[in-house]
């Protein structure tokens, strides 16, 4: 029986190893799913890795909510990264110093039929009711409190001097 108990477990180490092991497909992706993947909405939100958004134009009950800012504030940019992660960052210019780089940080997900952006943060859901997204643009709709948000943002090419977000424990 020892004998027999030898051969058994190397025999199933070989099994578990044979069956776990997979061939890799090599081929190229065909055109048609290339560009199927870069036309969907979580792709044309976060890109490959991540893709930051600066603000066009923003309203709030179409009064326009630009007016007044300052350059500061209006370099500041959403980021929508691959795993899901949202942050609202900093852009090149501070308004003091010591402002962190990272103002809001979250996750984000489509709903179910992906015509909504659903971004959570903290304890609050925002509800981003997509009008338009393309790979430059993206213009959503929101109501909270009886107040319809309107915003147009445009993908930047802000160059991020970090490594990219992985930490999606937040």
Known sequence: MKSFGKFIFP??????????????????????VIREKNTSISWLLAGDVCKAWAIESFTVDGI?????????????????????????IEGNTRCKNNDPEVRRHGKWSLNADSTAIEVKLGMDLLTLQVVEITE?????RSTNNNHITEAVLVAS?????????????H
């Open 157 to 169: 090419d802000y160059k991020f001097e970090t490594i990219i977000q992985a930490d999606t424990t």
């Open 11 to 32: 025999l199933t180490l070989l099994v578990l190893m044979l069956t776990g092991c997979s061939v890799r497909n090599n081929k190229p992706e065909s055109p048609e």
């Open 64 to 88: 326009d909510q630009l007016k007044g800012l300052e350059a500061c504030q209006l370099d500041n940019l959403d980021v929508y990264y691959r795993n899901l992660v949202y942050e609202s």
């Open 136 to 140: 430059n643009k993206l213009h959503y």
